[in-house]
């Protein structure tokens, strides 16, 4: 669907094609042909009907009546009316199978893509607009393509017979609706225009909707603390009116087309009656031809009004689509060409950033000639105020981001010549903000080595100093944690996660300032867990608060994208440069 002109695009339409399964395709064939000759049929229906009209009419007026022409008439309009409406139903059931085998493999790949996506696209899209993408416009996908996309065809191919048949019947009185039927056409396909552009900011309005509920209810707490009802009341308020005002627009356009349609049929139906039954009166015109054009008067009205709103549901579906599809084209993760894939002998963990460029946006670099080694085993903590670049460093050094130049050399080896996967097995990752999904304590953890058994599971559990918290649950390794649920506080979930990292046997640790949470309490215990954690391991340490970092082996201070000093706590504190004024200055960054 093209957002600037408002039409359908062809490359929607032959992707959603594309996206079938063979076995689908086979079956829409089929539906189509069966919807081709239900239609046929009951385009015929009215002119075999007519003609046992004009045998009852020449008996009326003495004539003779031929049985078995009559009773084979009345037989064939039964088989005729009864093939073309039962169809309906077997077509409706296959495209129901179809669109819903469509959106379930639709599904599947949107959290593929979900999972392979950049951060950077992933970062620019709310996470209730992309939800809505895989819920909301699945929905209005599968809706229009299991009833309307049939029904759209059915009655275009009814129409198109009617008229034809029409037209063979009795040029003339065919002419009315040929005449009246093209100028109603024209102006429901400018409605239609119209519609399409609203039904897309529609959808627009309804992402942007479903991300600020998302955002409010996923943050409660700190909307809360903030006493930030009423604002997020308002930014609420603001995004419900604009989605009311685009549906409201939207709907109000799209209600033209029925009504049209309707005075289109109304106007050549009675058109049909005032001339035929003129020609009825001159005997131009028997009564079975005249019977069989109202039949036809009716059943035109039908597809007329049904083709109005099938257009309005192709469209709002088209329109989900196209959401849809953007999702999928959405840039993923560079494969590479890995060349090197190591053994574990050779992961020692020396990391090496060797003239490291890097910016989020094109032409504004953040990082600029990064340069600084660390050596296997050493304890290195990267500081400096917000915004210096630290986490930078980590994304980069993981290749959530690719670099712009330079290059991070893994024991010798650029990080881009190995597999993704087998990169990121190399790292613990023990974050600020903790995550736990929706599932027991022993899921999450075993999460960080998917096969581990319970023993080794509570293990990690006590070197991460959380098992002795863990028992005294009401359900031990059993309890469900995650989600909003607020059964572990902050810091016995990030004792859990780092569990979850012990289990995955890294070797290099990466902690991005892992105790900034917790009280002091927790703080011993997690330093306690990290000691464990970090014996005979390379560990890369993100930190604002400088004196938990003292013990670091070395120490990269950085301020706008640059490393401005590196050396021991001693060594930096005895240059009394910026690390010693913001180490005595006690703050907090």
């Not at 946006?361 to 500081?383: H, N």
């Not at 304590?441 to 959380?466: H, L, T, V």
């Not at 009280?519 to 011993?524: S, Y």
Request: aromatic share 6%.
């Amino acid at each position: 669907m093209s957002a600037e002109n408002g039409k359908p695009s062809s490359g929607v339409l032959r992707r959603i094609l594309r996206s079938l399964g063979q076995s689908d395709r086979r079956l829409l064939l089929l539906s189509a042909g069966m919807i081709l000759l239900a239609k046929l049929c009951l385009a015929a229906a009215p002119r075999i009907s007519g003609q046992i009209t004009d045998m009852l009419a020449d008996m009326a007026q003495g004539g003779t009546l031929d049985g078995t022409a009559f009773f084979r008439n009345c037989l064939l309009t039964a088989v005729l009316f009864l093939f073309g409406y039962g169809a309906d139903g077997l077509v409706g059931r296959n495209m129901v199978r179809i669109s819903e085998r469509l959106v379930r493999q639709l599904r599947v790949r949107c959290q593929r893509k979900l999972c392979a996506a950049t951060l950077g696209f992933l970062d620019a899209h709310p996470t209730g607009d992309l939800l809505s993408r895989v819920s909301n416009d699945m929905q209005s996908l599968a809706a229009s393509l299991s009833s309307t996309v049939a029904s759209l065809l059915g009655h275009a191919v009814l129409l198109a017979a009617l008229l034809v048949i029409m037209l063979l019947t009795n040029p003339l009185l065919a002419l009315i609706y040929v005449a009246v039927i093209p100028a109603g056409s024209a102006l429901l396909l400018l409605i239609m225009k119209q519609t399409n552009r609203l039904f897309r900011r529609q959808n627009e309005a309804l992402g942007r909707l479903n991300a600020i509920v998302s955002d409010t209810y996923g943050n409660h707490l700190l909307v809360k603390a903030y006493g930030c009802e009423e604002a997020r009341q308002k930014a609420f308020e603001a995004a419900n009116q604009t989605y009311y005002e685009t549906y409201v627009k939207s709907r109000f356009f799209s209600g033209f087309t029925i009504p049209l349609s309707v005075i289109v049929s109304a106007v050549s139906f009675a058109l049909i009656c005032i001339a035929g039954g003129a020609m009825l009166i001159r005997g131009s015109l028997t009564i079975g031809e005249f019977q069989a054009f109202l039949f036809y008067g009716n059943m035109i009205s039908a597809p007329l009004s049904s083709l109005s709103s099938s257009v309005n549901s192709i469209q709002t579906g088209l329109t989900s689509a196209e959401r849809i599809y953007e999702l999928l084209d959405a840039p993923e993760e560079p494969a590479g060409t890995p060349t090197h894939t190591p053994g574990s002998e050779e992961r020692a963990g020396g990391i090496e950033f060797s003239h490291v460029q890097f910016g989020y946006r094109p032409g504004e670099p953040l990082l600029q000639d990064i340069s600084f080694s660390i050596s296997p085993g050493q304890i290195c903590a990267v500081a400096g105020p917000s915004g210096a670049g630290k986490t930078t460093l980590i994304n980069l050094l993981m290749r959530f981001y690719e670099l712009w130049g330079g290059s991070i050399l893994i024991d010798g080896v650029d990080a881009r010549e190995l597999p993704r996967a087998e990169l990121r097995k190399i790292f613990g990752l023990v974050l600020q903000d903790t995550w736990l999904f929706d599932g027991t304590i022993a899921e999450n953890i075993g999460y960080g080595r998917p096969g581990a058994d319970m023993e080794e599971i509570i293990s990690a559990a006590k070197a991460a100093q959380c098992h002795s918290i863990i028992e005294k649950l009401p359900e031990g390794y059993n309890t469900r944690v995650g989600g909003e649920k607020s059964i572990l506080s902050e810091g016995e979930k990030q004792l859990v996660s780092i569990a979850r990292a012990i289990l995955s046997e890294p070797r290099i640790l990466i902690l991005d300032e892992a105790t900034s949470q917790v009280d002091t309490r927790t703080e011993a215990l997690i330093a306690q867990a990290l000691a464990n954690i970090m014996k005979g391991r390379t560990a890369i340490i993100i930190a604002h608060r400088l004196y938990t970092i003292r013990n670091a082996s070395q120490i990269v201070f950085m301020t706008d994208g640059s490393i401005r000093e590196i050396g021991s706590h001693e060594e930096l504190m005895a240059r009394k440069g910026l690390y010693c004024a913001m180490y005595e200055s006690g703050s907090a960054e």
